[in-house]
């Protein structure tokens, strides 16, 4: 049973900077995607970053570009997440996933339980 722990959650004002780890268990980087997805209240859950283990491929939505960092650490079987530069409108649960492709939310088999992130202004 793969297992995914995220932590690194908080609050941080605007500007301020967190980085997000999510441990992965029993889990084959060659099964897919890792990726960090997003739900904000009212707001469906959306991709924010996902990187490739095979190849290092990476891809970030619009909205992080510049700001979001996606890497592993294959060594420590663990994904994160820097976010530097917070906005208010990144406050949401981040949610870690993998075993997917890209940010095609109904293909990732294996989900973390979430970590709120707020940003106040």
């Known amino acids: 049973q793969v297992q995914l722990v995220e932590s690194g959650g908080g609050s941080v004002q605007a500007g301020g900077s967190l980085r997000l780890s999510c441990q992965a268990s029993?889990?084959?980087?060659?099964?897919?995607?890792m990726a960090w997805f997003r739900q904000a209240p009212g707001k469906e859950r959306e991709g924010v970053a996902a990187?490739?283990?095979?190849?290092?491929?990476?891809s970030y939505v619009d909205s992080v570009k510049g700001r979001f960092i996606i890497s592993l650490d294959n060594a420590k079987n663990a994904v994160y997440l820097q976010m530097n530069s917070l906005k208010p409108e990144d406050t949401a649960v981040y949610y870690c996933a993998a075993g997917g492709r890209l940010f095609v939310l109904r293909e990732y088999d294996y989900w973390g339980q979430g970590t709120q992130v707020t940003v106040s202004s």
């Open positions: 029993k889990y084959t980087y060659s099964s897919g995607w």
């Open positions: 990187i490739y283990p095979g190849g290092g491929m990476v």
